[in-house]
């Protein structure tokens, strides 16, 4: 089957970092997202990986691991506009995504 | 603005109803795909169409049928609705058939069956 698991919330100061981890279990693996989406908003891109190892973009980060079926993503010098949910999705044999239920961040001062 | 277009934006209707929801692609994307997404369930895939074809389905109901024309706008209709198929329905398009390495949503269309 496919499972993509995520915690549910985490919450973090400004200016820190956080690690938000997924894991998944799918029939196949053509690519790993991650999404950013604030409440009633759409989903927007934040990463993609499809070989093991880290994508760094700015302020946010990516960890694959195609063995361990584990990616991560990694947020530093937080802000407040960061309070959001993270959605890690993962394409399998298909061509559509599927998604985790998502990660909701608030992020306090 | 990703330049996916959804309209309408909200919707109420009543159980047993039909509606129709659309989506404009981004210019020059000729994927389209459908998702929904509850908040109990997360983003669910629906559909997805590649210039005018179906390319792939995921969990849609057999009361829900959708369709991409010529021109890349997609339509997805639901029929006999019930309180359960409240929910957001997103549409994202991508230039690739295989999806490429991203995918553009729209802003949505929250639908309300009471």
């Known amino acids: 089957g496919q499972n993509i698991d995520q915690p549910t919330e985490m919450t973090a100061t400004e200016g820190a970092i956080v690690q938000i981890n997924c894991t998944y279990q799918?029939?196949?693996?053509?690519?790993l997202f991650w999404y950013q989406q604030h409440a009633g908003e759409a989903p927007t891109f934040l990463s993609y990986n499809v070989l093991d190892g880290l994508e760094e973009k700015g302020r946010f980060s990516s960890f694959l691991s195609r063995s361990k079926g584990y990616s991560y993503l990694l947020l530093k010098e937080l802000q407040m506009k960061d309070s959001a949910s993270y959605l890690c999705?993962?394409?399998?044999?298909?061509?559509?995504?599927?998604f985790g239920k998502g990660t909701t961040l608030s992020v306090s001062s | 603005d990703s330049g996916v277009t959804q309209t309408p934006k909200h919707l109420i209707t009543a159980t047993g109803q039909r509606v129709t929801l659309r989506c404009s692609p981004r210019s020059g994307d000729l994927s389209v795909y459908w998702y929904q997404q509850s908040l109990d369930q997360g983003l669910q895939f629906l559909i997805q169409y590649y210039n005018g074809e179906e390319r792939a389905k995921g969990n849609i109901l057999e009361r829900f049928s959708a369709q991409q024309f010529p021109d890349l706008h997609s339509e997805l209709n639901l029929s006999s609705l019930e309180l359960g198929d409240s929910a957001l329905y997103f549409c994202a398009s991508s230039a690739e058939g295989d999806g490429g390495t991203e995918a553009f949503f729209g802003q949505g269309t929250r639908l309300t069956v009471v």
């Open positions: 999705a993962v394409r399998d044999t298909g061509t559509a995504l599927i």
């Open positions: 799918t029939s196949g693996f053509n690519g």
